[in-house]
């Protein structure tokens, strides 16, 4: 049984749905979820506008992540939504706060996950986790990817794939909530993160 840390940022709580699936795939494997949410640091006419403030009450009870606590963790997966094709500042900023456990080598075989959305299917799923994943090759902590472990990695037409799960939330309101195919690969995967972290712990 492994410790999962689950750090992420979610502006409009897209991204914390698929946090909360991946932990209770994490936990259905009879591992510990960890859920860790990152400041928003918005202007406040931002923070109160519909939609954000809404989403940022609904993760209230969530603690905020700590750099030091990434240690104490079996195996950590970072999520954040899409900015032009990459991370937010927000998770980036807490990447940039790693700098004395990189300094220290502390993350070193720590395995590593990421997750992520995009309001269209091309606009960024594949390249925001790749760019977030530099994150674990100079920490030294191995990335444990999606594959097509799950079959829905196969016929998705949402969001979700080898690279890790990942949400579609369009503008328009065309969807509501997580899709079948994107709840069924972010629980299979956090189940998988935990076998593999629980192997590596050992
Ligand atoms: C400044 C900004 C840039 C964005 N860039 C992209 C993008 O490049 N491609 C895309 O498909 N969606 C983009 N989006 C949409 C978000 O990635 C998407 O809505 C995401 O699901 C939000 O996650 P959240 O609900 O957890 O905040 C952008 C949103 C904002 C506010």
């Excluded at 990459?86 to 996950?113: N, V």
Aim: net charge negative; glycine share 12%; charged share 20%.
């Amino acid at each position: 049984m492994a410790d999962i840390g689950i750090v992420y940022f979610s502006m409009y709580g897209s991204t914390l749905e698929l946090a909360r699936e991946i932990a209770a795939g994490v936990r259905e494997a009879g591992g510990t979820a960890h859920l860790r949410r990152l400041p928003h640091d918005l202007p406040d006419d931002v923070a109160e506008s519909e939609g954000v403030a809404e989403a940022q009450d609904d993760q209230d009870d969530i603690p905020y992540a700590e750099v030091e606590e990434l240690t104490d963790f079996d195996g950590v997966l970072f999520g954040s939504g899409t900015r032009f094709g990459s991370a937010t500042a927000q998770l980036q900023k807490f990447f940039d706060q790693c700098g004395p456990l990189w300094a220290e080598g502390e993350l070193i075989g720590t395995p590593a996950g990421f997750f992520t959305g995009a309001a269209t299917l091309h606009g960024g799923h594949e390249s925001t986790i790749l760019s977030m994943s530099t994150f674990a090759y100079h920490q030294g902590m191995p990335i444990v990817p999606m594959g097509y472990s799950h079959e829905a990695t196969n016929t998705t037409d949402t969001g979700g794939g080898p690279y890790g799960p990942s949400q579609l939330s369009p503008q328009d309101g065309s969807k509501d909530g997580l899709s079948d195919d994107e709840i069924a690969i972010a629980r299979a995967y956090g189940a998988r993160f935990h076998d593999v972290a629980t192997r590596l712990a050992d």
